[in-house]
């Protein structure tokens, strides 16, 4: 009688072992515990650490509460100004109630890629090729908000929508490139004629500055020789300046005014004193001399006739 009362207790025991076991659940800290008692649900949602449900009645599902980083996958659409791309997206979506996530959509997860996916194509659709290219952070908040709308009734929250990649025709890409080496050369050549504008500008003040002083243009020109002149492989050509020329050319006509001048000073005087007369009485006359023709000016550069060559045959 004793050992089959120990039996007995020994298996009650097994068996509240076996129901604590069958009835005890952990919940992590990131879910919740939403419990379903013979089909129906219970209102009380199951936090994280140790709980108990009741065996072969009650069943536990547990609910991820993190943000979830689902990629959407690339949709191919055609643009409101008739431009074929392909857009794809990232979505972040975090559960906020984890029955209405259990009970009012079958998969959240496919119920929110889904949307997205619909409502890529419906941005793609109403927007430009510009704007997808430069204006994303207003199609990501059309995105956010086209999504968001359904799942607030999924009991989900949609963080945040990026799209990701743009991907457009290569024929467009060419396009686009010449369009921007285009606008680059259209640039720069404004910006040399600007320059160019500036140039004669300062150009204009410093000949209005040398035309007061015309011995700053030969300094001017002497300085130009030395920095061409610092090069050691360089070929310097010096243009004579014309004021040098005329210079010369005047030079050379007052060289013989002022021999004439000379001579006849010397030849011309009379002698004073009575002295004088027998030394010249006495000199034997001497036949006059024919008069030198005056030396005649060089002519000028421009006066020169060139001379004739001949060629021997």
């Known amino acids: ?14 068996l509240g072992a076996l129901g604590v076991l069958a009835a005890a659940r952990v ?26 449900i009741a065996p072969l009645v009650d069943r536990l599902q547990k609910v991820n509460m993190q943000i979830v980083t689902m990629p959407v996958p690339a949709q191919e659409g ?23 996530a259990l009970v009012a959509v079958e998969d959240y997860r496919f119920a929110v890629s889904q949307m997205a996916q619909t409502s890529l194509r419906s941005i793609i659709g109403k927007s430009d090729l510009d704007d997808l290219l430069s204006n994303r952070e207003k199609l990501n908040q059309g995105l956010e ?12 929250h949609i963080d945040r929508v990026e799209i ?21 050369e259209r640039r720069a050549r404004v910006i040399n004629a600007d320059a160019e ?24 020109l002497l300085q130009t020789v030395m920095a061409v002149a610092a090069e050691k492989n360089s070929t310097l050509v010096l243009p004579i300046p014309v ?21 006849g000073a010397e030849g011309g005087a009379p002698a004073a004193g009575p002295a004088a007369a ?32 001949t060629v021997e045959r």
Request: proline share 8%; charged share 25%; aromatic share 4%.
């Open 78 to 100: 055609i643009t409101r100004d008739n431009v074929t791309v392909r857009v794809d997206a990232v979505v972040y979506f975090k559960v906020v109630d984890a029955a209405e």
């Open 278 to 309: 027998p030394e010249r009485e006495a000199a034997p006359a001497q036949p006059a001399q024919p008069a030198q023709p005056a030396r005649q000016a060089m002519p000028t550069l421009t006066e020169r006739e060139p001379e004739p060559h």
């Open 27 to 52: 919940v992590k800290q990131y879910e919740r515990g939403v419990v379903f008692r013979l089909g129906r649900l219970r209102s009380d949602i199951r936090g994280p650490g140790f709980t108990m």
């Open 1 to 14: 009688m004793v050992d089959a009362l120990v039996t007995l207790i020994v298996v009650l025991a097994c």
């Open 164 to 184: 990701k990649d743009v991907s457009l025709p290569e024929t467009m890409k060419r396009s686009m490139a010449r369009q921007a080496e285009a606008d680059r």
């Open 145 to 156: 908000l086209m999504i968001d709308s359904p799942a607030v009734g999924w009991g989900v």
């Open 243 to 263: 004021e040098l020329l005329r210079f010369l050319e005047k030079g050379q006509q007052e060289i013989p005014a002022a021999a004439r001048t000379e001579g």
């Open 197 to 220: 504008l500036q140039a004669s500008k300062k150009l204009a003040e410093a000949a209005s500055q040398m035309a007061d002083t015309p011995s700053a243009l030969q300094l001017r």
